[in-house]
C-alpha cells in the first residue's frame, strides 16, 4: 500500500484528491473509501491506498486512514 495525504475534498460531488509520496496528486471517489466515513475525513489527514488505472489515468483506491 502506499501512503499519502488527502489533498482535497469535493465533498458535494463525492471526490477528492490524494497526494503522493512522490509529489503527485491521485484522484479518488469516496466510493474507494474502506472502513472511512466521508464525513469524518478531513484534509491533511494521512492515509494509505492503493494504485489503479481509470478512465482517464490513475486512481486511488481502498483508501484506509494510516
Known sequence: ???GVIRRL???RG???VSS???RDIFFHYSQL???NSRILKE???VSYRVGLGA???IAKDIKLA
Request: hydrophobic share 35%.
Open 1 to 3: 500500500m502506499t501512503k
Open 10 to 12: 469535493v465533498d458535494d
Open 15 to 17: 471526490f477528492g484528491f
Open 21 to 23: 509520496s512522490a509529489g
Open 34 to 36: 474502506e472502513g472511512v
Open 44 to 46: 491533511g489527514q494521512s
Open 56 to 58: 482517464k489515468g490513475l
